[in-house]
C-alpha cells in the first residue's frame, strides 16, 4: 500500500484540544512547482501571442515610433500633421490633473500606438497581396522568371525574421472561389475520357441546365460565405464528408503511419513508448507555445497552421445525427490500453513532463501488471469502431453518469491515447508479408484495442516498433507526419537509450502506480459492444493489403528524366490499373490547399484525356509513347498546380451542392457528380518536412510512410511514400469481398507500369546517342558516323 499513502496529500486528527494537521511536505512541494510551471506557461503562451498577434512588427518596433514621435516634440517638427495637436485638445481628462506637457507627452504615444497598429496592418495586407500571386508554382522546375524572383525577395522582405508557428495566419490570403463556368469546364474536361459520346452529351446537357437555371444564385451565397468566412470550404468539409458520417471510422476514414523502416532504437518496449511519449510531449509543448517554426515552401511562401491546434487532448464524440471534436487545453494525463484493461497514467510530476525513464517505469508496470479485465471492458473500445449511432446511443444510456463517465471522461479528455500491444509487428526483409500485417495491424488491430475516435492512438509493440492511428476529421496526413518525424529524430537521436537498452536517466520508483479505470458495465451494453466488434470486425477481415518496397530506382533517376516523380507515379498508376482491370476510371490525389488560410485539401482527377492517350499507346507499342508521356504528365502538373492554387473542381462543386441543399433546391447535375465513386484513390504521404535528419548520412532512418483503407467496394486505395532519391514505397488495400480485386497483382502491376516507364526514358536517352553520334566527323573530316 506504499503508493497509497504516498497520494495523501494530508491528514488532520481531531483532538479534544484542538486538530493535529500534518501536511506531505513532498505534496506541497509538487502543488507549488506545479503552480510556478503553469504560471511560466501563461506567461510564455501571452509572450508568444503577442510576438504573433503583431507580426510582422515587433513589440520592441512599437517602442520606436514612440520614440520617434516624443522626439518630434522638442525638435518642433509635426510628422502626424496636427494629429497630436487634435488629440490633446480633445483628451477627455480635466485639464487641471494633467500638464499641457504631460497632455502632449500622452497625445504622442496615442498617435504613435495608432500609427505602429496601422503600419502593421499595412504589412500584413501587402503580406497577403504578395502571397495572393502564384504564377511562380506554374513556372517549370529549376527556372524562375524575373518577375518571380523581385516578387520572391519582396515576400521575404515583408515576411520579418524568426517568425512563429501561427505568424503568418493573419496575412494567408483567403480561398478563392472559382468561377462556374471554368470550374463545369474543367470538370466535363476530367470525365471525357470516362464516358461514351452518349453518356458525356447527357452530362454536357446536365452541365448547360445547371448553369442556365440556378448556379448563378448558389454561387452569390458562396461568394458571400468566402467574404465572410475565414476559408469556404473546410469547415463544411469537416462535417459534411466526416463527422456527419454513420459509418464505421475504423478502415473507412482512420489512416495509419509507421516507425522507422529499417531501425528499432530498442527492443524494450517500456523504454521504447516511454522515449516517444516523452518526445511528443516535448512537441506539445512547443506547439502550445507556438514555438514550431512555419512551414514555407521554397522556404518562403508559409503554409496554413491552423490544423495543428488540435493534434493533442482531442476527441471525437458520437451523436446521433452528426459528431463533434471536442478539443481541450493543458491535458496532464495519457489512458493506456494493455491485454483489455484501461489505465491512467499521469505525465506530469512536480510541475514538469516525467523524465522517459520515469515514463519506462510506469509502462512497464502496466506490462507486469496480471490483473484481469471488467466485465465489458475487454471488447469496451469496440464502440468506436462500429457504426456511429448504436455508439452514440451507448454512449448516452450507460456512460452518462457513475463510474462509467468518469472513466470515459479520463479517456477523451487525454493528451492522447497508448495501446501496448502483445503481438510483434513490423518490416522484416526475411519475412514475406511482413508490412501487410503490419499495416493491418494499425489500420484496425483487433478492433476493440485502438480507442478510434482519439486525435490519434499511439501503438507500441513488444519488439520495440511503434505506430499512430490517426482519425481524420480534424487533420490531414502531412500534420501528424510533421509530428511523427520530429519525434523519430528526438527519438533516436537527442534521447537514446543506454547500452541495456532502457531509457537514459535515472529510475525513479516513488511515482505513483498507474491507476486502473473503473467501470460497471451491464450485459445489455454489452451485447452492444459484442454487435459492434463484430460488425467492425466484418469490415477488418475484408480488407486486402500490400505494402512493398520500390526499391530499382527513386525520384533521383526521375528527375534526371527532367518530370515530375509525382506525375511519373500517377501515370503508372493509370498504366496499372488499365492492366489490372482493363478499363479506365475516375481517379483521385489528393492535394493541399494550404497556401490559403485554413485550407485543407482539394482532388486532382489524375485520369485526364492525355493520361488515357499514353496509356493506350504503352499497351499498343506506339513510337509516340515517350512524346504522349511528356504531355500527359505536363498536364498532371498543371491539374495539380491548379487545385494548390484554388482553382480545383471538386470542392467548389461539393460546396454548391451543400448551398443547393441548404437552399431545398434539386440539382441532377451536382446529384450526379457527387454520386460518382472513385474506383482509384491515391495520395502521397510527404517526407522531410523538418530535415532533421540528413538522410543522405543516415539513410536507414527513415519511414515506410502510411496508408489508409481502401475507399470503393470494388477499387483500390494506394499511398505512395516518396523516400530520399532510391526508394518509394507503396501501400495498396482493397476489399477480398471484391472478385475483381487483389491488392498484391495491382503491386506487382505498377512495379511492371514503373520499369517499362522508365525503360522509355532509356530507349530515348539511346536515341538520342546515336542521333549525337551521326554528327560526330571521322578523323578525315570527310564522313560521319
Given at each position: ?757 522508365q525503360a522509355l526514358f532509356k530507349t530515348e536517352n539511346d536515341k538520342k546517342i546515336v542521333e549525337n553520334a ?12
Open positions: 500500500m506504499a503508493e497509497a499513502h504516498q497520494a495523501v496529500g494530508f491528514q488532520f486528527t481531531v483532538r479534544p484540544d484542538g486538530v493535529d494537521l500534518k501536511l506531505s511536505q513532498e505534496v506541497i512541494k509538487n502543488i507549488y512547482l506545479s503552480g510556478v510551471t503553469a504560471w511560466k506557461k501563461r506567461a510564455i503562451q501571452f509572450k508568444n501571442g503577442v510576438l504573433a498577434g503583431v507580426y510582422p512588427a515587433s513589440p520592441s518596433s512599437w517602442l520606436i515610433v514612440v520614440i520617434a514621435m516624443m522626439s518630434s516634440l522638442y525638435i518642433h517638427v509635426d510628422p502626424s500633421l496636427g494629429m497630436i495637436n487634435a488629440i490633446k485638445d480633445n483628451l477627455p481628462c480635466s485639464r487641471d490633473y494633467m500638464s499641457v506637457q504631460t497632455r502632449a507627452v500622452l497625445s504622442a504615444i496615442l498617435f504613435a500606438t495608432g500609427l505602429w497598429l496601422f503600419l502593421i496592418y499595412l504589412l500584413r495586407y501587402t503580406l497577403k497581396a504578395l502571397l495572393s500571386y502564384h504564377e511562380w508554382i506554374f513556372e517549370s522546375h529549376g527556372k524562375m522568371s524575373s518577375s518571380t524572383k523581385v516578387w520572391l525577395s519582396l515576400v521575404k522582405m515583408f515576411s520579418g525574421r524568426r517568425p512563429l508557428l501561427y505568424s503568418f495566419q493573419a496575412s494567408l490570403p483567403r480561398l478563392p472561389v472559382p468561377s462556374v463556368d471554368d470550374t463545369i469546364h474543367r470538370y466535363l474536361e476530367s470525365v471525357r475520357p470516362l464516358l461514351d459520346s452518349q453518356q458525356y452529351n447527357q452530362m454536357e446537357v446536365l452541365a448547360s441546365e445547371f448553369k442556365a437555371s440556378m448556379a448563378t444564385q448558389l454561387q452569390r451565397y458562396l461568394i458571400l460565405k468566402s467574404w465572410w468566412a475565414t476559408n469556404y470550404v473546410s469547415d463544411w468539409w469537416e462535417e459534411y464528408i466526416y463527422l456527419r458520417g454513420r459509418t464505421p471510422i475504423m478502415v473507412n476514414s482512420n489512416f495509419y503511419i509507421m516507425d522507422l523502416l529499417y531501425v528499432t532504437p530498442t527492443h524494450r518496449q517500456a523504454a521504447r513508448a516511454g522515449n516517444v511519449v516523452h518526445a511528443m510531449l516535448q512537441y506539445r509543448r512547443k506547439l502550445e507555445r507556438g514555438e514550431h517554426a512555419p512551414l514555407r515552401a521554397l522556404g518562403t511562401v508559409p503554409m496554413c497552421s491552423t490544423q495543428m491546434e488540435r493534434m493533442f487532448n482531442t476527441t471525437r464524440i458520437p451523436g446521433i445525427e452528426t459528431d463533434i471534436v471536442q478539443h481541450l487545453t493543458d491535458r496532464k494525463h495519457l489512458v493506456v490500453y494493455h491485454r483489455g484493461r484501461f489505465f491512467h497514467v499521469w505525465l506530469y510530476t512536480g510541475g514538469r513532463h516525467l523524465l522517459p525513464s520515469e515514463l519506462e517505469t510506469q509502462f512497464q508496470r502496466i506490462l507486469n501488471d496480471t490483473s484481469e479485465p471488467q466485465p465489458g471492458e475487454l471488447k469496451l473500445a469496440a464502440l468506436t469502431a462500429g457504426n456511429r449511432v448504436p455508439w452514440a446511443r451507448t454512449r448516452i444510456k450507460y456512460f452518462s453518469q457513475g463510474v462509467n463517465k468518469v472513466s470515459l471522461d479520463a479517456i477523451e479528455s487525454a493528451a492522447f491515447f497508448l495501446a501496448l500491444d502483445d503481438e510483434p509487428q513490423g518490416y522484416e526483409p526475411a519475412k514475406t508479408n511482413s508490412l501487410d500485417s503490419y499495416a493491418k495491424s494499425l489500420l484496425h488491430g483487433k478492433c476493440y484495442d485502438r480507442w478510434f475516435d482519439k486525435s490519434f492512438t499511439l501503438i507500441s509493440y513488444p519488439n520495440g516498433k511503434m505506430g499512430v492511428n490517426v482519425e481524420h476529421s480534424w487533420a490531414d496526413a502531412p500534420i501528424v507526419g510533421h509530428m511523427w518525424e520530429y519525434v523519430a529524430a528526438t527519438d533516436c537521436f537527442h534521447l537514446g537509450y543506454t547500452e541495456e537498452g532502457h531509457c537514459k536517466g535515472d529510475v525513479n520508483k516513488g511515482l505513483p502506480y498507474p491507476t486502473r479505470l473503473q467501470w460497471q458495465i451491464p450485459k445489455e451494453c454489452q451485447d452492444v459492444i459484442e454487435a459492434s466488434y463484430l460488425s467492425a470486425k466484418q469490415i477488418a477481415d475484408d480488407v486486402d493489403f500490400h505494402g512493398y518496397l520500390f526499391n530499382e530506382f527513386g525520384k533521383g533517376l526521375i528527375k534526371k528524366c527532367r518530370t515530375s516523380p509525382d506525375a511519373f507515379i500517377q501515370l503508372a498508376l493509370q498504366l496499372a490499373q488499365f492492366r489490372d482491370q482493363g478499363v479506365f476510371c475516375l481517379t483521385y490525389e489528393s492535394s493541399m490547399t494550404r497556401m490559403f488560410r485554413d485550407g485543407r485539401t482539394e482532388t486532382v482527377r489524375s485520369c485526364t484525356s492525355e493520361a488515357v492517350e499514353f496509356v493506350r499507346a504503352m499497351e499498343d507499342r506506339s513510337h509516340w509513347r515517350f512524346a504522349l508521356f511528356r504531355k500527359a504528365a505536363d498536364k498532371h502538373q498543371n491539374m495539380y498546380r491548379l487545385a494548390m492554387t484554388g482553382s480545383g473542381i471538386d470542392r467548389h462543386l461539393f460546396c454548391l451542392y451543400i448551398v443547393s441543399k441548404y437552399l431545398g433546391v434539386d440539382s441532377p447535375f451536382l446529384k450526379k457528380v457527387l454520386s460518382e465513386p472513385w474506383k482509384l484513390s491515391t495520395s502521397q504521404t510527404p517526407q522531410q518536412q523538418l530535415n532533421l535528419v540528413d538522410i543522405n548520412k543516415f539513410p536507414k532512418y527513415v519511414s515506410a510512410g502510411g496508408g489508409f483503407g481502401p475507399v470503393a467496394d470494388d477499387g483500390y486505395g494506394v499511398s505512395y511514400i516518396i523516400i530520399g532519391e532510391n526508394l518509394i514505397t507503396f501501400h495498396i488495400s482493397s476489399k477480398f469481398s471484391s472478385p475483381d480485386t487483389d491488392s498484391y497483382r495491382f503491386g506487382q502491376n505498377i512495379r511492371k507500369a514503373m520499369i517499362d516507364i551521326k554528327r560526330v566527323p571521322l578523323e578525315n573530316g570527310k564522313k560521319y558516323i
